[in-house]
Every structure is written in structure tokens, then in C-alpha cells.
T-cell receptor, first 116, second 115 residues
Framework: DSGVTQTPKHLITATGQRVTLRCSPR?????VYWYQQSLDQGLQFLIQ???????AKGNILERFSAQQFPDLHSELNLSSLELGDSALYFCASSVSLLSGGHNEQFFGPGTRLTVL | GEDVEQSLFLSVREGDSSVINCTYT??????LYWYKQEPGAGLQLLTY?????DMKQDQRLTVLLNKKDKHLSLRIADTQTGDSAIYFC???????????????FGSGTRLQVQP
């Protein structure tokens, strides 16, 4: 158990809909990362938050957004869903040292999203 | 941009050594990681190596880094059936801007261990 929790575990929805995925980081971790794992794109970084602020963006679509709340949990919002959005969405957290140092990211179990 | 490549599949017999290879393009990578993903599970960090090291050993795992060729390998000694999983190589950039530490992953190598 990594200490990172994600809900829900599975989500099935229809095209055009909007869903929210939730992540609670490990106690004490300030950084949250969202990754998408799909068969055709592999494991891709979407977005990073650090202590409530967006820190880095990867291959995140404009239809997707995220936020990190004062209690450090994070939500990933996916809207106008398409079939190709079906994937496993992982959240990871780390202490995220700002200068040097090994930055181990602890991954949650993921949310499997199926868009029909 | 950053790119990490791995072979897709490796099959070994139980008790043999497994060697999983990875190449990366970002010369500014400071840390390189190996993650393991078992079916239906998240990613588990196995080991990591700092870019100024050539080798790191951790029990059955040996990581070799050839920085000149940007080549990383993971050797698993005495491979067991429980080692069957997908292994991801990942790199992390130098934290040149505060806090940006996202990982770039390879496509993963599926290791199949035959009894």
C-alpha cells in the first residue's frame, strides 16, 4: 500500500459526459501528479500540482482540468468525454524537494475509466 | 524533447537472470528509475540511480547506467515467477525550475517468467 488513495476504482460512462477523479496523497506529500496510461499512448504525464498551485503541464487536453485543494487532495476533471479517453488514470504524490534530491513518487492504484 | 525507449517483451526461465534495457534521450536527466507494475495494480518503485553513478545493487536487482550512450539496464538475478510484471524505465529532469519533477516513462517491458 503506497499510502495514495484514488476513487473511484472503476468508472463507466458515455461519450460527451463529464467525470471527476479524486486523489488523496500520502500524508505530508505536497506534490500531486496525474498520469494517463492507455494502450496506444503508454504512460503519460498530465499535470502536476505543488501545495495547491499548478507546477507543470504535460500532455493534458483542454477538455481536462485539475485542481489541488487546501487539504492537498486533488481532483482531475474530464469533460466532453470521447472513446479515446478510456484509460487508467494514476495519481502519484511526492514530497517534491525543490532543490536536488531524489524525488520518489508514490503511485495510487489508479482509476479505470471506460467511455462507451 | 524527452524520450525513453524499451523493448516490449522478455521471456526467461525461473532461476535465470533477466536483463531489461532502456535508452533515453534527455542528457539532463538526473535520476533514472525502474518501476514495476503487476496486473491490475499501480506502479511500485523498484530502484533508482543518480546520473553520476555507474552501478547500483539492491539485493537481486542491479542497475547499470552508461551515461555516454544514455543506456540503462535492470538485471534481476534468480528470476522468480513472482517477478512476472511490466517494468517501466523512467527519467526525471534536473529541477532547474522549482518543483517540476514529472517522470517520463518508457513503454514498459513485459517480463514473463516460465516455471
Amino acid at each position: 500500500d503506497s499510502g495514495v488513495t484514488q476513487t473511484p476504482k472503476h468508472l463507466i460512462t458515455a461519450t460527451g459526459q463529464r467525470v471527476t477523479l479524486r486523489c488523496s496523497p500520502r500524508s505530508g506529500d505536497l506534490s500531486v501528479y496525474w498520469y494517463q496510461q492507455s494502450l496506444d499512448q503508454g504512460l503519460q504525464f498530465l499535470i502536476q500540482y505543488y501545495n495547491g498551485e499548478e507546477r507543470a503541464k504535460g500532455n493534458i487536453l483542454e477538455r481536462f482540468s485539475a485542481q489541488q485543494f487546501p487539504d492537498l487532495h486533488s481532483e482531475l476533471n474530464l469533460s466532453s468525454l470521447e472513446l479515446g479517453d478510456s484509460a487508467l488514470y494514476f495519481c502519484a504524490s511526492s514530497v517534491s524537494l525543490l532543490s536536488g534530491g531524489h524525488n520518489e513518487q508514490f503511485f495510487g492504484p489508479g482509476t479505470r475509466l471506460t467511455v462507451l | 524533447g524527452e524520450d525513453v525507449e524499451q523493448s516490449l517483451f522478455l521471456s526467461v526461465r525461473e532461476g535465470d537472470s533477466s536483463v531489461i534495457n532502456c535508452t533515453y534521450t534527455d542528457s539532463s536527466s538526473t535520476y533514472l528509475y525502474w518501476y514495476k507494475q503487476e496486473p491490475g495494480a499501480g506502479l511500485q518503485l523498484l530502484t533508482y540511480i543518480f546520473s553520476n553513478m555507474d552501478m547500483k545493487q539492491d539485493q537481486r536487482l542491479t542497475v547499470l547506467l552508461n551515461k555516454k550512450d544514455k543506456h540503462l539496464s535492470l538485471r534481476i538475478a534468480d528470476t522468480q515467477t513472482g517477478d512476472s510484471a511490466i517494468y517501466f524505465c523512467a527519467e526525471s529532469p534536473a529541477p532547474v525550475d522549482t518543483g517540476r519533477r514529472a517522470l517520463t516513462f518508457g513503454s514498459g517491458t513485459r517480463l514473463q517468467v516460465q516455471p
